[in-house]
């Protein structure tokens, strides 16, 4: 799907990092990021995949586990721009649900961010600007059975978010969570697949009837949708914006 770039976004002379970008959304904000000027870091724990994405957007590639907080804060996180993207999942039931995943989850999707975000902030203020993005979900706004984890995790992203906007008030930073329902990625293809495969139904049903349910516009969001609004949040227009969540979910949450 075309999407319409965001009018007035120079990041030139400035630097971004984007977690989990090798891939779906992150690879979509390292490109739109990179196309208005900035040099970008893409992380993933695929090295291979990173590379291959850093190459095509002029970026430099760096391959780390975020569930080892060391390697986290072993990174150069003294960027302008840092998008928290990278994130898993998880289904079972809790009675079901292994502590080990539960646990390797959050170190991913909530302690990373803090770690990063506690290692770019300084730098932010001594520039007196700077943009802290979390991809959250709809799921950092509501709850679905059988993802405990990745529920918990989100809630958590969304009031790191909200505290980091509070303390960089008036310092030029602002600290944002945007919101997606499904977004098409290889990560969910493999549960559209697997949701069919257990439902013995067609892949596009299992979109309409299952994963897109609540939703009241009926179709996968695209990455560079939601890299489109990440874009906006870095530009001057956006400066009031912090502490926000901000969902694109085609009407899941006005439910």
């Not at 690879?27 to 291959?52: I, M």
């Not at 039931?93 to 506690?118: G, H, K, N, S, T």
């Not at 960089?168 to 600290?175: E, I, K, L, M, N």
């Not at 969910?188 to 049903?205: L, W």
Request: aromatic residues 4%; contains cysteine; charged residues 20%.
């Amino acid at each position: 799907m075309q999407t319409t770039q965001v009018v007035g976004l120079d990041l030139s002379g400035r630097t971004a990092l984007v977690t989990g970008a090798a891939s779906g959304i992150g690879r979509a904000c390292a490109a739109r990021l990179a196309s208005a000027g900035a040099q970008v870091q893409v992380l993933d724990v695929d090295k291979a995949a990173a590379e291959e994405a850093a190459a095509a957007v002029g970026g430099r590639a760096v391959a780390v586990d975020l569930a080892d907080p060391d390697a986290v804060d072993a990174l150069d996180a003294r960027v302008d721009v840092l998008v928290n993207n990278a994130g898993l999942q998880h289904v079972a039931a809790l009675p079901d649900f292994p502590p080990e995943r539960f646990a390797y989850l959050q170190r991913v999707m909530v302690e990373a961010p803090f770690r990063l975000i506690r290692q770019a902030l300084p730098h932010m203020y001594e520039r007196g600007w700077g943009r802290v993005v979390n991809i959250s979900s709809v799921h950092g706004l509501i709850a679905s059975p059988y993802k405990s984890a990745y529920v918990t995790a989100k809630h958590a992203l969304e009031g790191l978010s909200k505290t980091v906007a509070l303390e960089s008030a008036g310092r030029g930073v602002t600290s944002n969570c945007v919101n997606p329902a499904f977004v098409r990625t290889p990560l969910v293809d493999k549960q559209i697949a697997d949701q069919a495969a257990a439902h013995g139904i067609s892949e596009s049903e299992v979109i309409e009837k299952i994963m897109l349910e609540r939703a009241a516009i009926k179709r996968l969001i695209e990455p560079g949708e939601v890299a489109e609004l990440v874009a906006y949040l870095c530009t001057p227009v956006a400066d009031l914006i912090t502490g926000a969540s901000l969902a694109i979910d085609g009407g899941w949450t006005a439910h």
